[in-house]
């Protein structure tokens, strides 16, 4: 007889806490979220959003608490390139002088380190061919491929989120976390944004998007995540877009920090 196939959790969050320097931004977060979905994040300001992300991502170590992405310890899905990660703006130095082809290129990086052998050493430069073709299909997805050679500090506002999530298309992940991807964004190229992530998750793969834009996790979202500190409530849009719902949440933040 067929055993069924589990698919193992996009997300998965046991009592975890997280600080900067013994100031608790996150606590007591349990989370289980399934793959295969687009979820939103909301909450406001301040409220630990990006912490999470960062948190999942590896960038960010937890004061307390296990986590997991895509059934697999953090670091294992580090090298595994399962994870994706487009960080809020303000996280990336735009004066930095990178092409935007270099930037989505190096979505490529670690998968053509996991290759192995004697390329493993090479620098960047010099990865191979079919790095190079991915790489432009990624930026033709997100319609930037003609923006190629530009310096990314010359971009507008919805141009650099498409070159961010073009790296991660690149990267061939199966879990894309988003910061912020639609803030600052243009109709046309929220629409873009929009339909590639909807096409991904239509793939079988995992969205963890965190926005401000109400309409949007209505329309886009299976699933949202209300943080406040802590994990304030999960539900559908309706549940959770509900006046009772945010209330909770906003109110939650209120409160003023938590010590360790
Ligand atoms: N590098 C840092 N050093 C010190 N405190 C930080 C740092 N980054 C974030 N914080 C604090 O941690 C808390 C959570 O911040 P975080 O950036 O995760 O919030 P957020 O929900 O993403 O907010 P926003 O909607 O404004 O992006 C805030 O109180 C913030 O001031
Ligand atoms: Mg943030």
């Not at 608790?24 to 977060?29: M, N, R």
């Not at 294992?76 to 994870?83: F, L, P």
């Amino acid at each position: 007889m067929n055993q069924p196939v589990t698919v193992p959790l996009a997300i998965e969050a046991r009592g975890v806490a997280a600080d900067y320097s013994g100031v608790i931004a996150l606590d007591q977060v349990d989370l289980q979220l399934p793959s295969g979905r687009f979820i939103a994040v909301i909450g406001p300001n301040g409220a630990g959003k990006s912490t999470l992300l960062k948190l999942l991502t590896g960038l960010k170590k937890p004061l307390r608490g296990g986590l997991r992405v895509c059934g697999m310890a953090i670091r294992a899905a580090r090298r595994a390139n399962a994870v994706a990660y487009v960080p809020q703006e303000t996280d990336i130095d735009w004066t930095f002088p990178i092409t935007v082809q270099d930037v989505v290129l190096s979505g490529r990086y670690g998968r053509s380190r996991q290759a192995g052998g004697w390329r493993y050493w090479l620098p960047p430069r010099f990865i191979g061919a079919s790095h190079r073709a991915l790489t432009q299909q990624a930026m033709e997805a997100v319609q930037i491929a003609g923006l190629a050679h530009r310096p990314i500090g010359a971009l507008s506002g919805g141009q650099k989120k498409r070159v961010f999530i073009a790296r991660s298309i690149a990267q061939e992940a199966e879990l894309l976390l988003l910061d912020e991807p639609l803030a600052g964004v243009d109709r046309h190229s929220e629409q873009i944004i929009i339909d590639y992530l909807r096409a991904f998750v239509g793939r079988g793969k995992s969205v963890l998007m965190v926005t401000h834009d109400l309409p949007t996790v209505r329309d886009c979202a299976d699933r949202v995540v209300l943080v406040s500190r802590t994990i304030a409530g999960v539900g559908t849009p309706d549940e959770m877009l509900a006046p009772e719902a945010l209330e909770k949440g906003y109110h939650l933040i209120e409160r003023g920090p938590a010590q360790p």
